[in-house]
């Protein structure tokens, strides 16, 4: 029986009465790479919000591990989109980096060298070593990502749930962090990303939700990728009020 790292059971979240997603049932299984594909509108952002507790849904749940508790986020490493970041904000490189280490420390308790130590480690992953003291502000858009994927990756998280993370980015980047990710993978990590290129999909990923306010299909890239799929999810969909 296969094993499920997340699983959204009649989940709908409206904004202003109007239902943004819609009873979305859907389960991601453990060691796979799901995207969560749609036009723009769609949810996608909403749907891996709802899941981190970020926000907080009309109806229905959502588990990670089986567990509806939030301390199960503790084994979940969220990456957003880069927009959502304060990149002003005074910190080095390797200060980012070792933020994924604070979900392991007691209250109060400062990263030891075993913890700098990881966060070198993964600077290393995502070859940027070299920029470990450099503010995070100076850097570009796709050395931020990486950045942050190394972050997530200082975490130990089982299972990373990322927002867009090759928009906007340089082809080296994109390479590198699709490598890590199937690296990842093989040790037995879970990926839930949310992607817009259609093209790199069956490349990229093993598994897909295709979602427009409502799943429209999820399951094997190799089953569902499909034209029909793909035309069915980016038709427009009208708004309705949602009522309790």
């Known amino acids: ?40 509108g769609a949810g996608k952002s909403t749907l891996i919000k709802t899941i981190m507790k970020l926000i907080k849904p009309v109806a229905g749940q959502s ?13 979940v490493a969220y990456v957003p989109q880069k927009g959502e970041v304060n990149w002003d904000f005074p910190a080095t490189v390797f200060d980012v980096v070792l933020m994924g280490r604070y979900v392991h420390k007691g209250l109060f308790k ?17 070859k ?17 990502q990486r950045v942050f994927l190394a972050r997530a990756i200082a975490h130990n998280a089982s299972i990373y749930i990322m927002d ?19 690296q990842l993978q093989s040790e037995g990590k879970t990926f839930l990303v949310v992607h817009h290129n259609l093209t790199t999909v069956p490349e990229y990923f093993n598994d897909v939700i295709l979602l427009n306010k409502e799943i429209i299909t999820s399951g094997p890239v190799a089953d569902v990728w499909t034209e029909g799929n793909i035309n069915a999810a980016y038709q427009e969909k009208g708004d309705k009020e949602w009522t309790s």
């Open 1 to 40: 029986m296969t094993e499920i790292a997340v699983s959204v059971k009649n989940l709908t979240v409206a904004y202003n009465n109007a239902p943004v997603i819609q009873n979305l049932n859907v389960d991601i299984k453990k060691g796979s790479r799901t995207a969560i594909v749609g036009p723009n």
């Open 63 to 75: 588990f990670i591990g089986g567990s509806e508790a939030k301390s199960a986020l503790k084994t």
């Open 110 to 126: 400062r990263p030891n060298q075993t913890d700098k130590n990881i966060a070198l480690s993964a600077l290393d992953t995502m």
């Open 128 to 144: 940027m070593t070299a920029y470990k003291d450099h503010q995070i502000s100076e850097l570009s858009g796709g050395q931020r």
């Open 164 to 182: 867009e993370p090759l928009q906007g980015i340089d082809i080296t980047t994109e390479a590198l962090i699709i490598k890590t990710m199937k």
